[in-house]
Each structure stands twice: as C-alpha cells, then as structure tokens.
C-alpha cells in the first residue's frame, strides 16, 4: 500500500481541493490510503475558539461562526447540488462541538483543546471525502480514533503502538481509505492529538503499521529545500536525504517534516516523498537509505522565539553536575524544551523555547539558588553542512551573542 498525506495548504480552499483531485488522477489512488490535516489554518482558529471558551471571552461565537463560515464557503463552491448531504454533516460535526461545549464539565485545558481543536481534521476529511467520491474516486472515510489508540497526555499523546498495529492491520489494502491526520483516542475514546503538524507522523503510523512501499507528503513547496523560503531569499531542492540527516534537520527544527515522523519509516526502511502538488510532474525529494545529502551544501535552520538564559549559582560556586543536573530536571518540570547549551566553569548558558508560557515561573523558582540573566526574542540558527561563507551569511543578520560548532554543524544565536 501507499500512503499519500495533504496537509493544510492543499485544502486551504475549493481550489486547492480540486487540485488534490488532479494530483489523485495523475498518480493514481489504487491501493492508497490518504491522510488529510485541517483546512488552511483552520486548527489554529479552533485554537481561538478553546481560548475563548476556556477563558469565557465574549468573541466565542464569532470565533466559531468564522470557522462554520470558512467551511461553508468551501462546500458552496465544491458542490453545485445546494441540498447536498455534507451540509447536514457539517452542521452535524459543528453541532456536536457546540454540544461539547454546553456540556464539558472538565476544568483541564489540554483536555479541552483536544477535544475541540480535532473538529478541523473531521470537517476537512468528510468535505473532501464527498467531492471525490461526487469525482468517482470511491474513498472510504474512516474516523482515525478507531485506528490509533495513545494514551492520556492531550496534545502530545503517544501511541500505543500494539494497540494501533493491530487496528490498522484489519484495513482491507483493496479499499482506498480517507482519513484524518493529528488525531487519536485514549482508552476511554476521548479524542487526543499528536502535537501540532502531527498528520505527517500519523501517515508515518499508517505506513508503518500497514508496511507501506512509500509515504507521499503532498506540500506547497519542492521538497525539502536547503533552507526555509520564509525567511530565506534564495533555497535550493535537496533530491535525497537520508534518514539521519533528515532526523538531525527535524530535530534542529526544519520544520518540512514533523520530527516523529521519520523514527517509524526509517525501523522499516519506507522512503518518504515529499512532493508539490503543483508541480507533479517533478520528483521531489526521497529521504530513504542512501547519501546523506544529494546535492551536498549547506543547509539553515531557523528557530525564532527563544530565549538566551544564562544561569550561575548564587554562592558563586562551579556549574558541575549536580547543578546541572537539577537545572535540567527543572527545565523538564516545565516543558522548557533545550535547543542549544553551553557551559563554562561559573555559568551555563542555554537557549530554550518556551512552548507553555512557563518561564516566568521558571524563574522564580530558579532565582532562589541561581543568578540569570535572560534575553527574550533571539534567534537560533543551525547550519548542517556547514562553510564559512554559509557561516558569515547568518552573522550578517543581526548581533552574535553565541556560537557553537560541532562536527560540521554551527549554531549561531543572534538578536
Ligand atoms: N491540523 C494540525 C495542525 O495544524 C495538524 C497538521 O496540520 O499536521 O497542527
Ligand atoms: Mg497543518
């Protein structure tokens, strides 16, 4: 089997839907199956309608009208048939969020956010599951909760995988399924997700589960290119990856593919496509077993957002381990996710994103024993493959404050 994924672009609007229409036709859907995200940036806007219920703001109905509003608009353009059954199972799955809503009895937020925040992956596979099927691509919509089990932790669960394998191995490989990306159930059948941009990791589950011959993640772009085109004036494609290299560009924050996503399709030696949608006459890139990097450069990594801290004890003594250790312990506590460190013998320097809007009590529980300083808002950029001209290129951005290198790989912090 294949496993095909279209994220959020390619079924931003009716235009992008027929597209993944022509995509489907020009390569075939035999013996696929599809994994679709949310429309757009359709999570981020249910995002808003959990603040505003969680925080009892007044804006929740616009909140939600915006999102009815959104997909309607979608549906209206798609089907010419104005009494078409996928109105009723619009209205139906937005009914059933604004009854979660009146009858929710949980104080816990991530709790919530799961449960409402997966209402984008519904809406989105059941408006392009009846528009191909009205195209004669007879998909199957099958509901992804049935399929991948994981445990209580709302927003980034993991999967029971024994669980998982076992549904998806009842999935008959003659059917062409449709299905959602993001999303799970724990064991008591609440919904929970996979971490924000999770879909690329759910169609590795399925790939892995079912040992596809290929993942195909259909995207806006190339490929994987050398560099983010946001923030980047020029990039090029990069044709092959292999696992590690694409594992090491995930883990420094290239944010094409979503980390978890190549541990389970490397175990079974699956190749991952990542294609335009566009453009499907072109190749793409395969990341699979074979040369690091094809062609080889240098390759930039961008994290925005972090902070600078630099940390050493009040009684002046050395950063050894067992201030290091406690340090990282605490940084675990919370959710302070490390993405650079650097010690010397009086201070410990360490850049870190602040994910959950912890830091504040971060530090005041660290300024008890630590002195810190801190600066907000810096920028982290990773360079695999690293030159000296690709080097000097990032310093020109702004001010260094700190620079690591390691065995071809330069990390620069930069305000
Ligand atoms: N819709 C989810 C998100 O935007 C999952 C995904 O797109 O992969 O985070
Ligand atoms: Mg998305």
Partial sequence: MRIFKFGGASVKDAESIKN????LKHEG????????????????AIEKITDSYFYKKDDLQENIEFVRNYHLKIINELFEEKNHPIYVEVESLLGQLS???????????????????????????KIVNAFLNENNIETNWIDVRDYIKTDANFRD?????????????????????????FLGSNSNGK??????????????????????????????????????????????????????????????GASVIHPKTLKPLENKNIPLYVRSFYTIENKGTKVGK???????????????????????????????????????????NYKLKVNLIQNSALSFSVCIEDKFNNFKQFLIDLELKYQISYVENVSLYTIRHANKIAVSEIEQKGKVLLKQATKGTVQVVMQ
């Fill in 157 to 181: 669960a993991s999967v029971n995988w024994e669980l998982t394998s076992k549904n998806i191995s009842t999935l008959n490989s003659k059917i062409v399924y449709l299905t959602q990306g």
């Fill in 290 to 332: 074979g040369h690091d990097l094809v062609p080889e450069m240098p390759c930039f990594i961008l994290k925005q957002n972090q902070i600078l801290v630099s940390i050493s004890a009040l009684d002046f003594s050395f950063m050894v381990e067992n201030n290091l250790s406690e340090l990282f312990k605490i940084l675990h």
């Fill in 20 to 23: 993944m229409l022509r995509v």
């Fill in 99 to 125: 009854g979660f809503l009146i009858k929710n009895k949980s104080t816990d937020y991530n709790f919530i956010y799961d449960q409402i925040v997966g209402y984008g992956e519904l809406l989105s596979t």
């Fill in 191 to 252: 919904t929970t997700t996979l971490g924000r941009e999770g879909s690329d990791y759910t169609a590795a589950i399925f790939a892995y589960c079912l040992n596809a011959e290929s993942l195909t993640i259909w995207k806006d772009v190339e490929g994987v290119l050398n560099a983010d085109p946001r923030f980047f004036t020029t990039t090029q494609l990069l044709k092959q990856i292999s696992y590690n290299e694409a594992i090491e560009m995930a883990f420094y």
């Fill in 29 to 44: 859907y035999e013996n696929t199956l599809i994994v679709i995200s949310a429309m757009g940036k359709m999570t981020n």
